[in-house]
């Protein structure tokens, strides 16, 4: 379990330019057009980018193989959790399959894009260029189930990265009308839900804004009663929590008598111990009033907590005296 606060004011700054490294900022959240600044990234999908006209629904002749594996990888990319059925058919029949061979670019920084891309096979890397006649920097590698390119269609930018096939891969795109009427909406509501619990997070509030979004898209959410037991002590862990309504204690189980060795406010996070050094839980997290919280599964804390992770590692030590055996 860990610390409330994860960052102090001397760590801020220190940080910074580490996160900031990740993800440029200002090309990645707005796109200016005549436009002023607006204050929410995913308000912008509500305006006059990608405006609605009449959509035909587009079918690409598949084969029933292509339909399964197109079912199973949406199942696993977030983007799509919140389409109903009726959606889903219109999206499975507008994929289009597309092979790449190792080496081949799939996007460059840059270009223009009207495609967003899902993994089904393969491995594909992610480069990214920070400061024009600097070299490029490797920021993660795309794994089957996962997605990319929305963000060009999202807010009618150039390409943020380039993406380059690691391995041979097979990806199934989608066109920028289909993403426009069908998904984008309901991704935006999702993530506008969360984006402002987030950013006020202490952990992530200086993340990119992009990368939190994306942590929005893989939330998931749950509700416990008053003196409920959202985690208990020698249970594996698999989930990483975030408190986004009432208060919790963190309690230690030894000689049979429980004893309470933390505490948790709105915005406070647990569940991390166990998933950096793979151990059973280390204590108890009990609900002191109704209690809401968002969470990550363990795959999606690993793919998605990257940039934080040595916060959390070097924050460990923090708490980790009140739940030692």
Do not use: W
């Amino acid at each position: 379990m860990i610390q409330k606060k994860v960052l102090s004011s001397s760590d801020e700054s220190s940080e910074d330019e580490h996160v900031e490294d990740l993800m440029d900022k200002q090309k990645l959240v707005q796109a200016k057009a005549n436009k002023p600044t607006r204050t929410s990234v995913s308000a912008e999908v509500y305006g006059q980018f990608n405006k609605k006209g009449q959509f035909q629904p587009k079918k690409v002749n598949k084969s029933e193989d292509a339909i399964k594996r197109i079912k199973q990888r949406m199942s696993q990319a977030f983007m799509f959790s919140a389409l109903d059925e009726h959606e889903l058919a219109i999206v499975i029949d507008a994929m289009e399959e597309k092979k790449f061979k190792a080496g081949d670019f799939v996007i460059k920084q840059g270009d223009d894009g009207d495609v967003l891309y899902v993994v089904d096979q393969g491995q594909l890397d992610c480069f990214k260029v920070f400061k024009k006649g600097e070299p490029e920097k490797h920021l993660k590698v795309y794994q089957p189930g996962e997605s990319f390119g929305e963000l060009a269609l999202l807010y009618n930018v150039p390409r943020a990265a380039t993406i380059k096939a690691k391995t041979d891969a097979i990806c199934f795109s989608l066109d920028r009308e289909t993403f426009n009427h069908i998904v984008k909406d309901a991704a935006a509501k999702k993530r506008e839900k969360y984006e402002e619990f987030l950013s006020k997070v202490e952990l992530l509030k200086d993340m990119d804004p992009y990368e939190r979004l994306q942590i929005a898209d893989a939330l998931k959410v749950q509700k416990f009663n008053q003196n409920d037991y959202i985690i208990r002590q020698g249970e594996q862990g698999n989930t990483f929590y975030f408190i986004q309504k009432g208060d919790c204690i963190a309690t230690k189980t030894e000689n049979g008598t429980e004893k309470e060795v933390y505490s948790y406010k709105v915005g406070d996070y647990f569940g991390e111990l166990a998933l950096i050094k793979h151990e059973p839980r280390a204590a108890n997290i009990v609900a002191k009033s109704e209690v809401i919280v968002v969470y990550l599964d363990s795959d999606s804390f690993r793919r998605l907590i990257g940039p934080v992770d040595e916060i959390l590692k070097r924050n460990m030590g923090r708490y980790e005296k009140y739940v030692k055996k």
